[in-house]
């Protein structure tokens, strides 16, 4: 016990630190329409580059971030840097870019009065529009005083922006609250996906998930997606939309770019292949119709 307190002091002290220092750095995990597998948009997800441990994973340290209190600070830092970033991209790729950013939000912060104030201003500094913007929820802020978290997600929507209800199906959500709560988005949590293309009972789980979301006209996506297989069940059951390693792992905004970039070559060659096409074709046209005189 000793060393688990001793151990979450070191990693709070350390966190504050790394807030100033600008250790904390986001990556982005591209979502995909799984029809053609283009992008369509990206979820930022937070890293911390450590001096002394190197690269740690949310799951390490966002706990200890919401106990003291640091959860909120963080997260308006990953927003505003997720938000900035995807207005360059914006700007560099318009519509041929990922087209919304999906942020996590933990349920400490939207408890915090000021939430709905910081998201607004973010947006307005930032100058992203709101319709772009995705704020991913867990099931257990809806559970934890379903009132308040009503009104605090109708606030939210009144900016614009949509939510996201995260790993569906592992927390406690009541089904009738689901149908109260302006909700937008249900992901499918990976626990349902790992076997819907190979255990039968799984995979009922995901079909009435994905009912269900479509009965309440929400959008689905299909988290942690890692197989071919896995992609063909879920196109099957009517889930279109999907994360996951098959598709494209964490990446750096560099390497979005870079992605973006790639993607916009190979779409212009295309092009240009099916205009000398065009040509060809209107050559050999021409060629007929002098032969056929
Ligand atoms: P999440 O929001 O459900 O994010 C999905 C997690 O699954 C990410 O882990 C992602 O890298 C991982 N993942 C995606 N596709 C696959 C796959 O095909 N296979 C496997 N095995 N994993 C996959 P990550 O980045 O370690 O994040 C873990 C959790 O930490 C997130 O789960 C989210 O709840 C939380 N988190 C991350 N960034 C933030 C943040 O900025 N703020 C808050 N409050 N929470 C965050
Ligand atoms: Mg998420
Ligand atoms: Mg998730």
Redesign the pocket.
């Known amino acids: 016990m000793q060393e688990v307190a001793a151990r979450r002091l070191e990693v709070s002290t350390d966190l504050e630190r790394a807030l100033d220092r600008g250790e904390l750095v986001?990556?982005y995990?591209p979502f995909v329409d799984m029809t053609d597998s283009n992008p369509i948009g990206v979820?930022?997800?937070?890293r911390w580059n450590h001096p002394r441990w190197g690269r740690v994973?949310?799951?390490d340290f966002?706990g200890v971030a919401e106990e003291c209190g640091l959860?909120t600070a963080?997260?308006l830092k990953?927003l505003e840097e997720a938000c900035t970033q995807q207005q360059a991209w914006l700007a560099e790729f318009g519509n041929e870019g990922p087209f919304s950013l999906s942020?996590?939000?933990?349920t400490r912060?939207l408890r915090d009065h000021r939430f709905v104030s910081d998201v607004w201003s973010v947006l307005s500094r930032t100058g992203l529009d709101p319709a772009r913007l995705i704020l991913?929820i867990?099931e257990s802020f809806t559970l934890d005083n379903p009132e308040n978290a009503g009104s605090r997600l109708r606030e939210l929507k009144q900016l614009g922006v949509r939510i996201s209800i995260?790993?569906f199906g592992t927390g406690y959500s009541s089904l009738a609250m689901l149908q109260e709560l302006p909700i937008d988005i249900l992901?499918i949590d990976?626990a349902f996906v790992d076997h819907v293309a190979d255990d039968p009972r799984r995979a009922a789980f995901a079909r009435a998930i994905v009912r269900l979301g479509r009965t309440l006209g929400l959008e689905l996506v299909a988290?942690?997606?890692?197989t071919g297989a896995q992609r063909e069940r879920l196109l099957s059951l009517g889930c279109h939309m999907a994360?996951?390693?098959?598709f494209a792992?964490?990446l750096t905004a560099d390497e979005v770019g870079h992605m973006l970039r790639r993607a916009r070559m190979l779409r212009q060659t295309a092009g240009d292949r099916s205009v000398a096409a065009a040509e060809r074709e209107a050559e050999l046209l021409t060629l007929g119709q002098s032969l056929a005189m």
């Open positions: 986001v990556m995990q979820e930022a997800l937070v994973h949310p799951g966002i959860i963080l997260g990953v942020v996590n939000v933990s912060q991913e867990t995260d790993d992901k990976k988290e942690g997606v890692e994360q996951g390693f098959f792992p964490a």
